[in-house]
Every structure is written in C-alpha cells, then in structure tokens.
C-alpha cells in the first residue's frame, strides 16, 4: 500500500487529507453533494443497508449538514475519497462518534461507488482510516457495522486491522449487524 502521510495544513483539525498510494481522503465539501447524492442514491451501493438511501438532492444537503457538523464537534468524520491520479472521487469513509452499548465508539464507515469495486480501494482507504485513528485517536474503540451477507465489506474490514467480535453483534436497522472492533 505504501506510506499513509497524514496532512494538517497547521490547522486546529486533526486531519484535512491522509494521503496513500492511490488516493486522497479529504473533508467533504458543498462541492461534494452532488458525489454524495449519486452514491447514497444508488440502490447497488446501498444494497447491504437499504435505510441510508436518499430520495432526493434536498436529502444529500442534509446529509453534508450532518457530516459537516461532526467535522466541526469533533475535528474529523467522513472523508471523500479522491484517486490520486483522476482526482475522480471514487465514495467516502471515515469515522462517527456514536453510542453503542453506553459508550461512546468510532464508528468505521467506508461505501464507494460500485464502478470502483474490486481494485482494492476499500481496503487501503479503511487501512487508512484506522491507521489514522490508532495514531490521533488511540484510546477510543473503533466499530464497523457489518451485514452477515456482506462478505467484500467483512474482509475489508478485516484487512483493515479489525477483529471479529461476535459478543457485540446485535440487530441493526437494515438487520443483523456483525461487529468488528479495534482497540
């Protein structure tokens, strides 16, 4: 994969950019919302969770409202995914406080467009990811919410540095959730 170079352009955030091999992880922009629209529209893309599609462009903008408000609580949250060489954004990943079980957990979030499947993107953006959170955010426990039908999304998280965790399963929105945990 490559060295993970992690960019602050001195501000107060913990992360603007983490770079890799092949791709730009960046803080999503207004410029974005048309990208997060044609995503979280697509019924392939949303297929394992059916309860984040959005109906309409109005849905996306607050979608962004959202993530965008995270990034300001918190000082990181979903990035758009970039590849490096067409600065094509290809999805998003990150990471969201959420509360599981009375705690407060990162939640590990990746879902890239169907059109980049099977390159091996997943893998080094959530390889990233969470190499980003071990080094900025270390003492905080990293989750990935994963369907049990969903066999591409259980080995990226894996390959990514997560173990299975299957005392922490529980029923999800769009049904069974399979955990897999760092920390």
């Known amino acids: 994969m490559g ?3 992690f960019r602050d352009k001195g501000r107060k955030v913990l992360a603007v950019q983490i770079v890799t091999k092949r791709l730009t992880l960046r803080r999503p922009a ?3 919302i048309d990208a997060i629209f044609a995503l979280h529209h697509d019924p392939e893309a949303c297929a394992h969770n059916p309860s984040d599609l ?8 607050e979608r962004f409202a959202r993530w965008d408000e995270h990034w ?8 758009a995914i970039d590849d490096r060489e067409s600065a094509r ?6 990471l969201k ?3 599981f079980r009375e705690r407060e957990v990162l939640n590990l979030f990746y879902r890239l467009d169907p ?8 893998t080094e953006v959530a390889t990233a990811v969470v190499a980003w959170a071990g080094e900025h955010l270390p003492d905080w426990p990293i989750l990935a919410r994963v369907r049990p039908e969903n066999i591409a999304s259980q080995k990226v998280a894996l390959n990514s540095g997560l173990t299975r965790a299957e005392h922490l399963d529980e029923p ?9 945990t760092a920390n």
């Open 3 to 5: 060295p993970i170079r």
């Open 30 to 32: 207004p410029a974005d």
């Open 54 to 61: 959005l109906a309409t462009h109005a849905d996306a903008e």
């Open 72 to 79: 300001r609580r918190h000082s990181f949250g979903y990035w």
């Open 89 to 94: 954004t290809l999805g998003f990943s990150g």
């Open 97 to 99: 406080v959420v509360r």
């Open 115 to 122: 059109a980049a499947w099977g390159a091996g993107y997943a």
């Open 172 to 180: 999800g929105e769009d049904g069974p959730d399979w955990m897999f």
